[in-house]
């Protein structure tokens, strides 16, 4: 408590730092949200992420080089003030920290020391959003924070590979992510239209570094003789396309969770779940289960929503746009892409499903965690669960993962060499694992979303721990079985 109120004490002075938002913007944002029946924040969240939309027009407009880099940082800023207020200054004190960093310290030393600092910083975050509002879903810094978190961490590295590769020196981490490295320490503005894309700020996509800077600077789209590189593309319908998608996600997650809900609508905070009720516990399982997975499914349409309205966002001014290959053809408008949705729900295998998901939080995780510790799963899962927060129900999942894992392993070596016909996932064997790998991580993640000890464990209690037992039989099992040779295939 004495630590919070320290911290506290600050609060009329970053009060005075709430500059960019006029009054009438708030007192207009008020009176909608009376009208509306929704919460301030969500309405400050919702025209944060579709205000992205014009604002990218202008970005798109201006001339390549400062300009732009001061203006999706003054933008970036007055929508962090606009949505959370006084606590935007977490991010501008977290920025000129990591900043000072890169300046002062040698390339190896904050590789280390800035990583450590941000998941501290991030860290507490969690903590004090837990202490004063246990299972509560008040916006608050910890989200942009997280944002941040990713850009930093990644750049830390950046530069870091940077230095290893001016110096000819062998690495192989470096070496698979050279694409990214970064020479030197960009300038202050640089940095900070990066660090406060209004693009990315408020939902991510945390790409990287380059990425920014080569929309930002026309290299992405011409040569240093002022060249195209390519036919340029149009930006219309990649924008639009993420823009609707977006839209009806937001629809199906209004409409959908209304009528499935997970948790009790009148107080998801301290009600008991609607899946742990007595009432719907006295349902078959299999209605059970059902629901959950239909739940779930709305749920993740939230996610969609705000992922795929800021990679409409980025392709407006070419962010999301990949490039040309070296014969000038167009690569493609993945750069922004958070998530493929199909891809996802179709997913055959629990890798496919990771990397369709939060896509750049999973190439951070990749390039930054997983090959930097020697592919440790226990590593990278680990740090994924700790930036997410600290609520038991993140390490239930996390921590559960591995486990299908390993199964998904053992199967693909003993299983598939007799069963698949092709490699198509909509083969009939590919379909089997296309069902086998929802159905058995739709019942993990149901802890993710409740978040509670209790109340995962209640969860996965009424379905008999069935997820678990089934991969503890099933890579028992396999393991016995012999490996089928290529003359069997």
């Known amino acids: 408590n004495a630590a919070i109120d320290f911290v506290y004490s600050y609060g009329p002075a970053a009060e005075k730092t709430v500059v960019l938002v006029p009054a009438f913007v708030t007192a207009y944002v008020e009176s909608l949200a009376e009208a509306t029946g929704f919460d301030s924040e969500t309405i400050n969240y919702t025209l944060g992420l579709f205000a992205c939309y014009p604002l990218g027009i202008i970005m798109n407009m201006l001339p390549y080089g400062k300009i732009k880099h001061a203006f999706s940082f003054l933008l970036g800023a007055f929508l962090l003030q606009f949505t959370i207020g006084k606590q935007w200054v977490h991010q501008m004190i977290t920025s000129l920290i990591c900043y000072a960093m890169f300046v002062l310290l040698p390339p190896k030393l904050s590789k280390t020391i800035v990583p450590i600092f941000l998941m501290t910083y991030v860290t507490l975050g969690h903590l004090h959003r837990m202490y004063i509002n246990y299972l509560g879903y008040d916006l608050d810094f910890t989200g942009p924070q997280m944002v941040i978190t990713i850009k ?150 939230k996610y969609y929503f705000a992922w795929k309205n800021a990679e409409g966002a980025n392709n407006i001014w070419y962010a999301g746009f990949e490039g040309f290959d070296e014969k000038g053809n167009v690569k493609g408008w993945e750069a922004a892409s958070n998530v493929r949705i199909v891809d996802f729900e179709t997913a055959p295998n629990v890798k496919t499903l990771s990397a369709m998901w939060n896509m750049k939080t999973a190439n951070w995780l990749s390039r930054y965690v997983y090959i930097r510790t020697g592919g440790s799963l226990t590593a990278t899962y680990g740090l994924s669960a700790f930036w997410h927060g600290f609520y038991p129900g993140y390490y239930m999942f996390f921590l559960s993962v591995p486990i299908l894992t390993f199964c998904e392993r053992v199967g693909r070596k003993k299983l598939t060499p007799r069963f698949a016909t092709s490699g198509s996932k909509w083969s009939p064997w590919g379909i089997v694992t296309m069902l086998s790998t929802s159905f058995v991580v739709e019942y993990m993640v149901a802890a993710f979303q409740l978040l509670s000890y209790d109340w995962a464990v209640a969860n996965w209690k009424s379905h008999l721990f069935f997820g678990h037992i089934l991969c503890f039989v099933f890579y028992g099992a396999l393991s016995n079985l012999p490996t089928p040779k290529k003359k069997e295939v």
């Open 152 to 301: 930093l961490y990644a750049m830390a590295y950046n530069l870091y590979d940077g230095h290893l590769i001016s110096q000819g020196k062998e690495d192989r981490a470096a070496k698979k992510c050279a694409p990214w490295a970064i020479a030197k320490v960009p300038g202050i503005i640089e940095y900070l239209g990066y660090t406060f894309s209004f693009a990315t700020i408020l939902a991510g996509p945390a790409y990287e570094y380059k990425t920014y800077a080569n929309a930002c600077d026309g290299s992405l789209l011409y040569n240093s003789d002022g060249k195209p590189k390519g036919k340029i593309p149009s930006q219309i319908w990649p924008t639009l396309r993420a823009f609707l998608v977006s839209v009806i996600a937001m629809g199906l997650f209004v409409v959908g969770t209304g009528k499935f809900p997970l948790l009790d609508p009148s107080d998801p905070q301290n009600a008991t779940p609607v899946v742990l009720t007595a009432e719907f516990l006295a349902r078959p399982w299999i209605q059970r289960y059902l629901y959950q997975w239909v739940a779930l499914f709305f749920i993740r349409q």
